[in-house]
């Protein structure tokens, strides 16, 4: 690639961030809603901890303050990668809603460049509003740190990254081999890791069939991470383990993400699919 | 590059669909091929307006998605001065845009936002508010509309920021697929106008798909009528009506098919 290329898909990637941060701004009322849905979904997680004790449904030596840092890093980091997930699996379904996937998909730009650009306004989004949630968080349940590596645990956060660009890219597919039902499909997929990485409860509660299932996904392993450095103090150092498989799965995820996208892109050629209607 | 504008070697493209016979059971669908385009050879050399005229179904927006790499031909090759529309997809959308009869914009943007989304994409940036602003006042479009919502804009404003946003790119090549279907008589003299005003500023390949035989007549170098897929004659507007002995290209089209253009209405083929 030389350097005026590169220059052009370094603007196109930009391109396609910014339009994402125009759209957004447009639609400004939709983000308020979905910040107060955000909020409230973390919140009543962290009031389910509560209840457990309430209920009698926590055993004796039943550490409040723990259960509800365990399940709020579950519900913000959730949060935080769905929302990465999903923005990019839209990015296709996006197009056609506006009607704009004949003109994105007859630019001068790689489909590499045009997915990274959606998936850097995502990863940069989603941190503004976990954080966001975060502190709302803070405010209400006064949520103790004081054992927490906040450099391990952001380590991770970085890490978790990069399989997740994979997974979204191959979940951006989805509209493309079905016009009509591909976004249900992205859905589907979103709630199929929700149940097996361990988002709210260990694997180890999952029939084995699913802890198998769990053990493949990237999210079990930043989720892991997460909840070593905010709630036991694991290092940098200690998390690295942890790093390389995130890495080790990106590295797989991203390379196939985009093959399976150029297969999806020639066969919608062939049938005629990249219009808006579907 | 001496390669022409655009050459199709026995281009052919057909489309399958599930269908059920009448009369046969509901869940006893077989699949069909409709045929879009039959093994089409055509060569358009730089320079000048070609016009594609047909009605719906004719094939004439397939031919648009095959030179603008949005679909790829079942047979044969097509290429884009010289670069094959399939192998080096890349290279040809560097060369080529398009106006489509549904102005393709996020309606929610300003033409603004849509229009340096677009050079941001092209990898045109430079001086881009400054030049987005002089085209958009050489179309008669007024400043004001520039942070206006494209949604806010009639469907006459918007293709002309349609067209503004074709020529910020710098294309080649544009394909202008019905740009001015639907619009009303006032509005569709002006963007015809702006069409013939730009052209004469940069040396540009254009093919114009139309119903109208008029806007053809007035603005087409060479004219080229299509009906099921197939070219049915090719020449200048004066040479088709000495040729076929007719007034008008309707009155040609009249006489290769038996059909008046206007009153067909025909379904797209294309799915």
């Given at each position: 690639m030389t350097v005026g290329v590169r220059h052009s898909e370094m603007g196109a990637l930009l391109g396609f961030a910014e339009r994402q941060l125009y759209v957004y701004k447009r639609y400004w009322v939709w983000e308020v809603v979905w910040l107060f849905y955000s909020i409230v979904s973390v919140l009543s997680i962290g009031f389910l901890a509560s209840g457990l004790s309430a209920v009698g449904g926590a055993s004796p030596g039943f550490d409040l303050h723990r259960a509800q840092l365990y399940l709020l890093i579950g519900a913000l980091l959730w949060g935080y990668l769905s929302l990465v997930f999903m923005e990019a699996a839209y990015a296709i379904a996006w197009e056609r809603w506006e009607g704009t996937i004949e003109y994105t998909f007859m630019a001068p730009v790689r489909r590499t460049t045009h997915l990274m650009g959606i998936c850097l306004f995502a990863i940069a989004y989603g941190l503004a509003r976990t954080f966001i949630v975060l502190l709302a968080a803070i405010a209400i349940f006064n949520l103790d740190f004081s054992h927490a590596n906040i450099p391990g645990a952001l380590v991770v956060l970085a890490a978790a990254i990069v399989p997740l660009i994979g997974l979204a890219i191959l979940a951006s597919v989805l509209p493309l081999l079905s016009p009509q039902k591909g976004e249900q499909m992205s859905f589907a997929v979103q709630g199929f890791l929700l149940l097996v990485s361990?988002?709210?409860?260990?694997?180890?509660?999952?029939p084995v069939p699913l802890q198998l299932a769990g053990a493949i996904s990237p999210l079990t392993y930043a989720l892991d991470g997460m909840r070593r450095s905010?709630?036991?103090?694991?290092g940098v150092g200690d998390e690295l383990p942890t790093v390389g498989i995130l890495v080790a799965m990106g590295a797989l995820l991203i390379p196939a993400g985009i093959l399976v996208f150029s297969w999806a892109e020639k066969r919608a050629k062939r049938l005629g699919l990249l219009k808006r209607s579907g | 590059m001496n390669s022409p504008a655009v050459e199709l070697r026995g281009v052919r493209k057909a489309f399958r669909r599930r269908e059920r016979e009448s009369?046969?059971?509901?869940?006893?669908r077989e699949w069909k091929d409709k045929v879009a385009l039959h093994e089409l050879d055509l060569t358009v050399d730089k320079g000048g307006v070609t016009g594609i005229l047909g009605p719906n179904g004719s094939g004439k927006s397939t031919l648009i998605r095959i030179l603008g790499t949005l679909l790829t031909p079942d047979v044969g090759r097509a290429f884009v001065f010289g670069w094959d529309?399939?192998?080096?997809a890349l290279q040809v959308r560097r060369h080529v845009n398009r106006v489509s009869?549904?102005?393709?914009?996020?309606?929610?943007?300003s033409p603004w936002e849509n229009m340096v989304y677009a050079a941001r994409l092209y990898g045109n940036t430079g001086g881009t508010r400054r030049r987005v602003v002089e085209i958009l006042e050489t179309l008669g479009?007024?400043?004001?509309?520039?942070?206006?919502?494209?949604?806010?804009?009639s469907r006459g404003q918007q293709q002309k920021v349609a067209i503004a946003r074709s020529f910020l790119t710098a294309p080649s090549l544009l394909l202008m697929d019905e740009p001015t279907t639907g619009l009303d008589p006032r509005s569709k003299k002006e963007v015809q106008s702006v069409l013939e005003s730009l052209r004469s500023q940069r040396e540009i390949t254009v093919l114009l798909c139309t119903h109208d035989m008029d806007e053809a007549a007035a603005m087409c170098d060479r004219v080229l009528m299509m009906d099921g897929g197939r070219v049915l004659a090719d020449g200048t507007p004066g040479e088709l009506s000495t040729r076929y002995d007719a007034p008008s290209l309707e009155d040609v089209f009249m006489h290769l098919t038996g059909k008046r253009l206007e009153a067909e209405e025909m379904e797209e083929v294309a799915p």
């Open positions: 361990g988002v709210y409860y260990p694997l180890s509660v999952l905010l709630l036991d103090g694991a | 009369g046969a059971h509901w869940w006893k529309v399939v192998a080096d009869v549904e102005a393709a914009f996020f309606k929610e943007l479009l007024p400043r004001d509309v520039i942070d206006q919502p494209m949604k806010q804009l």
